[in-house]
């Protein structure tokens, strides 16, 4: 079962390390922040991913088509990091991740 903090981040019943973060078996971690990945029909290249987050329920990782897994695992996993409030290092510009919905 997920928290919710006052600003909408999502927090998994088991604090989510960074190690973890990086180290987990996607599918698994998906499961443990209650997300999933959507594929979007969007073909702008610079789109790299985006969290959609109801009110309730799971949180999608809206992803475009197209990408290598390479880059699908590693957008996959600073968006669940984005969407738990993970203490990451900044991201680089060019991977400006931002999070829609949720309660404010």
Do not use: H, W
């Not at 499961?31 to 991913?49: H, P």
Request: charged share 25%; hydrophobic share 40%.
């Amino acid at each position: 079962m997920d928290v919710y903090q006052l600003n909408g981040t999502r927090v998994p019943a088991t604090p989510l390390t960074v190690d973890r973060l990086l180290s987990a078996p996607l599918p698994e971690l998906l499961a443990e922040v209650d997300a999933q990945i959507v594929d979007t029909s969007v073909t702008d290249e610079t789109y790299l991913g985006e969290v959609v987050k109801p009110r309730t329920g799971t949180a999608l990782l809206c992803m475009p088509r197209g990408r290598s897994a390479f880059e699908r695992d590693t957008i996959v996993r600073i968006l669940v990091g984005k969407l738990v409030g993970a203490p990451m290092r900044p991201v680089p510009p060019s991977l400006d991740v931002r999070t829609y919905g949720g309660t404010k």
